[in-house]
């Protein structure tokens, strides 16, 4: 009869929990496909830009918030307190991040809803001028954003790919000598016709392998 003690040593497993050090996001034109796979055969990443992903760049320290607000539907019946049967109708899904690279061009496209790809900058000056549309064109994006945690040895390499997020709201910009220049994104997420579902998950690295009895997938060929 195992006790307490041997349960737990059963049970838990301290290699599992897992603390995002470094994460990077990247947003991309629908017409690029969402990664199947964060990595290359030999075990390297794979080359995001090179498969035309832009970088967010360098975010603030409380990084990327992902929000799932799940909405139910109840049945209720005589005689029963509580409802005897619930059913789930909908999933509001929300990526919220603040950044403080705010100049980069498709940032700027991404903010103010608007195409910058003909406006040049001078070169005596370094002047960019454009102009902020009325009503923004609600353009659609894959997001994908990566987490990092731990040494080589035992990595851990968390991602979650977003075949299409639209931004929902942008909070409002103060420049003063406080803080940094920085620009607040909630995004919206919705189902990708392409894979089907809203969001992909990514799970490797080498801490993964070690990993691979305790998180409990059955192995690949």
Avoid: C
Avoid at 200 to 217: C, N, P, S
Wanted: zero cysteines.
């Amino acid at each position: 009869m195992p006790t307490f003690a041997t349960l737990q040593q059963d049970s838990d497993n301290r290699n599992l929990i897992r603390k995002i050090q470094k994460a990077l996001a990247f947003i991309a034109p629908t017409s690029v496909e969402l990664p199947a796979t964060l990595f290359e055969a030999g075990g390297t990443l794979i080359d995001l830009k090179a498969a035309g992903y832009l970088p967010v760049g360098i975010v603030t320290p409380d990084g990327y918030e992902f929000s799932r607000d799940v909405k139910k539907e109840d049945v209720s019946a005589l005689g029963y307190a509580s409802p005897v049967r619930s059913d789930i109708t909908e999933v509001t899904r929300q990526i919220k991040m603040t950044a403080l690279e705010t100049g980069r061009k498709h940032m700027l496209e991404l903010t103010y809803g608007t195409d910058l790809s003909a406006v040049t900058q001078s070169a005596t000056t370094g002047e960019v001028v454009f102009d902020e549309p009325d009503l923004p064109v609600g353009q659609e994006y894959r997001l994908l954003v990566i987490g990092s945690d731990g040494p080589a040895a035992n990595n851990w390499i968390l991602g979650r790919g977003y075949g299409v997020a639209k931004l929902a709201s942008t909070d409002s910009q103060k420049w003063g000598t406080g803080d940094p220049v920085q620009q607040a994104y909630t995004f919206d997420v919705f189902t990708d016709d392409e894979i089907g579902t809203p969001v992909r998950h990514y799970i490797g690295g080498t801490g993964a392998l070690a990993a691979k009895t305790a998180l409990g997938f059955t192995a690949g060929a």
